[in-house]
């Protein structure tokens, strides 16, 4: 014959459980719901609220733009769209291709010895008024000639292009490790030249990795000198302060030749080199951690701790983990003497017109 408890007992464990439940219900912390996903017209919207006042395909843009964010899951803030725009309107002023004055001529100083050795007949690089249309007159050429693609595809002269005048290599490798989102036409490096390609490989250089940076400027930085510059820059400084050994504050931390990492040390290394022992580290320590340089992951290296914490002990202060590069540019295209520095300050300025050109919108 089943048992069953006493009704007191029943009343009693159904009181705990019913207590259980309310203390569950009032002492579970409590969370916002988290801000909904914008719709691709709101986002439309956002980035439109951005753009300057007298733009052409104004629509345009802002699927463009929007759509590179939504592709590369950038979260579609003024800061993030502000940024976009900024170094677009610095680097082409929102043409997808922009014309170059004088790019034949240009082209055929740069490249005269070049052009003879391909045969290409200089009043063709005349004719060229874009880079675009420059980088189709050698690939047209190179078409043409026997074996062309196995020997001179290197040599087209047009390393970037496009509204925000992105590196074709770096599109290249990009899309190695990303699939592109859109159909690649006749190549990858037509699509750089696009206003949609342009754009996306732009915005991917410019916000598709990881940094901790305290202010936007330092990725406007970056994208003229490469990913990371900035931190790599406060890094060398850090180490020609505590070693005494002046450095270039450029960035690279290790010597490259012909696209490899060198054997021979370059003069950040040595640098790092000096102050080895206090810093716990051998050489061989040393070059394997410098080799992140391009990676967020030399941040978390034990070099990079060692130095930044030598370096605070020594000042009394946390010292800046980020500083502009000092770069001096140098390019054909060039009438004046550029800096890292002063792109990324001029890009700065535009950015912050857009941030306020947006809350201006808004408040209409």
């Given at each position: 014959?089943?048992?069953?408890?006493?009704?007191?007992?029943?009343?009693?464990?159904?009181?705990?459980?019913?207590?259980?439940?309310?203390?569950?219900?009032?002492?579970a912390?409590?969370?916002?719901?988290g801000?909904?996903?914008?719709?691709?017209?709101?986002?439309?919207?956002?980035v439109?609220?951005?753009?300057?006042?007298?733009?052409?395909?104004?629509a345009?843009?802002?699927?463009?733009?929007?759509?590179?964010?939504?592709?590369?899951?950038?979260?579609?803030?003024?800061?993030?769209?502000?940024?976009?725009?900024?170094?677009?309107?610095?680097?082409?002023g929102?043409?997808?291709?922009?014309?170059?004055?004088?790019?034949?001529?240009?082209?055929?100083?740069?490249?005269?010895?070049?052009?003879?050795?391909?045969?290409?007949?200089?009043?063709?690089?005349?004719?060229a008024?874009?880079?675009?249309?420059?980088?189709d007159?050698?690939?047209?050429?190179?078409?043409?000639?026997?074996?062309?693609?196995?020997?001179?595809?290197?040599?087209?002269?047009?390393?970037?292009?496009?509204?925000?005048?992105?590196?074709?290599a770096?599109?290249?490798?990009?899309?190695?490790?990303?699939?592109y989102?859109?159909?690649?036409?006749?190549?990858?490096?037509?699509?750089?030249?696009?206003?949609?390609?342009?754009?996306?490989?732009?915005?991917?250089?410019?916000?598709?990795?990881?940094?901790?940076?305290?202010?936007?400027?330092?990725?406007?930085?970056?994208?003229?000198?490469?990913?990371?510059?900035?931190?790599?820059?406060?890094?060398?400084?850090?180490?020609?302060?505590?070693?005494?050994?002046?450095?270039?504050?450029?960035?690279?931390?290790?010597?490259?030749?012909?696209?490899?990492?060198?054997?021979?040390?370059?003069?950040?290394?040595?640098?790092?080199?000096?102050?080895?022992?206090?810093?716990?580290?051998?050489?061989?320590?040393?070059?394997?951690?410098?080799?992140?340089?391009?990676?967020?992951?030399?941040g978390?290296?034990?070099?990079?701790r060692?130095?930044?914490?030598?370096?605070?002990?020594?000042?009394?202060?946390?010292?800046?983990?980020?500083?502009?590069?000092?770069?001096?540019?140098?390019?054909?295209?060039?009438?004046?003497?550029?800096?890292t520095?002063?792109?990324?300050?001029?890009?700065?300025?535009?950015?912050?017109?857009?941030l306020?050109?947006?809350?201006?919108?808004?408040?209409?």
């Amino acid at each position: 014959m089943r048992r069953f408890p006493p009704l007191r007992a029943v009343a009693a464990h159904g009181a705990i459980v019913l207590a259980a439940l309310v203390a569950a219900c009032t002492e579970a912390p409590t969370r916002a719901p988290g801000p909904r996903p914008l719709t691709a017209a709101e986002g439309r919207a956002l980035v439109s609220a951005h753009l300057p006042a007298k733009l052409g395909d104004r629509a345009g843009w802002a699927t463009d733009i929007f759509a590179a964010m939504a592709s590369l899951r950038v979260d579609p803030t003024p800061r993030n769209v502000c940024a976009i725009v900024a170094i677009t309107e610095q680097e082409s002023g929102f043409e997808a291709d922009p014309v170059v004055p004088n790019l034949g001529h240009i082209a055929e100083r740069a490249l005269e010895q070049e052009r003879e050795k391909a045969g290409i007949p200089s009043l063709v690089l005349d004719a060229a008024h874009t880079e675009r249309e420059l980088s189709d007159v050698f690939d047209d050429f190179i078409d043409r000639v026997p074996l062309g693609k196995r020997f001179l595809a290197d040599r087209n002269p047009v390393r970037t292009g496009g509204p925000m005048q992105v590196s074709v290599a770096y599109a290249q490798a990009h899309a190695e490790r990303k699939p592109y989102p859109y159909p690649v036409g006749d190549s990858l490096r037509h699509e750089v030249f696009s206003r949609r390609g342009g754009v996306y490989f732009g915005s991917a250089h410019l916000l598709d990795y990881p940094a901790d940076y305290p202010d936007m400027i330092y990725r406007f930085a970056d994208f003229n000198a490469g990913q990371y510059a900035s931190r790599n820059a406060a890094f060398q400084k850090a180490v020609s302060g505590l070693s005494g050994v002046p450095l270039a504050y450029d960035g690279d931390l290790v010597r490259f030749e012909h696209g490899r990492i060198a054997e021979k040390p370059g003069s950040t290394e040595l640098a790092v080199r000096v102050i080895a022992p206090r810093l716990g580290l051998d050489a061989a320590h040393i070059r394997r951690d410098l080799e992140h340089e391009q990676d967020y992951e030399f941040g978390r290296t034990e070099l990079y701790r060692a130095v930044f914490a030598e370096a605070d002990a020594e000042a009394g202060r946390r010292v800046p983990r980020a500083m502009l590069p000092r770069i001096d540019l140098s390019s054909p295209k060039f009438t004046r003497k550029l800096t890292t520095e002063g792109f990324a300050r001029r890009v700065d300025r535009r950015y912050r017109a857009c941030l306020d050109r947006g809350q201006t919108t808004v408040k209409k």
